[in-house]
């Protein structure tokens, strides 16, 4: 059974920095390899929305509001996502989920991915 657990979520301050990760199991061995990792957030009374993504490729890609701030990495073994999160700001708040689909979606679809985790909630204050 697949399962992704977030942790990392906090209440800080703008221009704080935080950590995100997402422990992710029950993938058969190497499938994960040739699916799409990304991260997403949710804001109270908005669309669910992409943040940033790593493609089957290995290529990271961001959307551009938190591009030069957060960067999206997994460690080695490929059981971990990360989402480091630096010079945060008031409008980075929001649950944080990641997610994990084939090679075939794309990035900021959240329709079209298959794994979801509980989510994170990121608070930050001005």
């Known amino acids: 059974q697949v399962q992704l657990m977030e942790s990392g979520g906090d209440s800080v301050q703008a221009g704080g920095s935080l950590r995100l990760s997402c422990v992710m199991s029950g993938f058969h061995y190497g499938s994960y390899i040739k699916t799409c990792l990304a991260w997403f957030r949710q804001a109270p009374g908005k669309e669910r929305e992409g943040v940033a993504a790593i493609e089957n490729d290995g290529r990271p890609t961001y959307v551009n509001s938190v591009k030069g701030r957060f960067t999206i990495s997994r460690d080695n073994a490929g059981n971990i996502l990360y989402l480091e999160m630096n010079n945060v700001e008031p409008e980075d708040t929001g649950m944080y989920y990641c997610?994990?689909?084939?090679?075939?979606?794309?990035?900021?679809?959240?329709?079209?991915?298959?794994?979801w985790g509980q989510g994170t909630q990121v608070t930050v204050s001005s």
């Open positions: 997610a994990a689909g084939g090679s075939w979606v794309r990035p900021f679809y959240p329709e079209e991915y298959t794994y």
